[in-house]
């Protein structure tokens, strides 16, 4: 049997990159759109990948931007944020992992941010998110390393994509002047990197950052 892969937010650049990736590969990818699978919603989510025959491999993808600064943001689009990019993220994986645990392996990955761990503003509900998203995924890693499961996550840059796309027309020079390199990431070479990462079979727990923003450690 091929091994069997499923991405969320299917209709996604990302996703639909990622897709192509695995399947030139001999993979069977799933890759349901938010109508096809409501990831904020256990009984679909459940009903979806307990569907599968077996599941090799989780990349949690989802996502959307609400964003507004502190003041003018509402309480639904800090919520709904989190709803899709966190919550969802605990039901897939919680899915994925009856069937992993059966299988004894598996591979979650997370599709993060670099706002997880810069805070850019106007983004609280964004950065909370996907800094929750880094750690619900080191816990992964923690708790199921044990039964051959791998968890990573994975910050695949500012790709030009549906959800950037009016954020670049506005400001491509000042964000491509935050790289070292001068240019953005590409959904083709994350796709790439995602599929290369899960080959790593000793390699858990970890955070990638795919651009070349450079940040100090502390």
């Not at 299917?10 to 639909?16: E, F, I, N, R, V």
Request: proline share 3%; charged share 20%.
């Amino acid at each position: 049997m091929a091994p069997q892969a499923l991405i969320t937010g299917g209709a996604g650049d990302l996703a639909q990159a990622i897709q192509r990736e695995l399947e030139s590969q001999g993979w069977m990818v799933h890759a349901p759109s938010h109508v096809e699978m409501d990831v904020t919603d256990k009984a679909q989510v459940q009903a979806v990948i307990g569907a599968l025959p077996r599941l090799d491999l989780l990349v949690h993808n989802a996502g959307f931007l609400r964003d507004a600064s502190m003041l003018k943001m509402s309480e639904s689009d800090f919520h709904d944020v989190l709803q899709v990019h966190l919550k969802g993220a605990f039901l897939t994986a919680q899915a994925a992992l009856k069937l992993m645990v059966k299988q004894r392996q598996g591979h979650i990955i997370t599709i993060g941010s670099f706002s997880a761990i810069s805070g850019p503003a106007g983004q609280a509900n964004y950065a909370a998110a996907k800094a929750g998203l880094v750690s619900l995924t080191q816990s992964l890693a923690a708790e199921y390393g044990p039964r051959n499961i791998r968890a990573n996550c994975v910050l695949p840059g500012f790709l030009e994509t549906k959800m950037s796309r009016s954020l670049l027309e506005k400001q491509r020079p000042q964000i491509e002047a935050a790289h070292a390199l001068g240019r953005l990431n590409t959904v083709e070479d994350a796709a790439r990197f995602i599929a290369f990462l899960h080959t790593m079979q000793n390699v858990s727990g970890q955070v990638f950052q795919l651009d070349s923003r450079v940040r100090r450690w502390t």
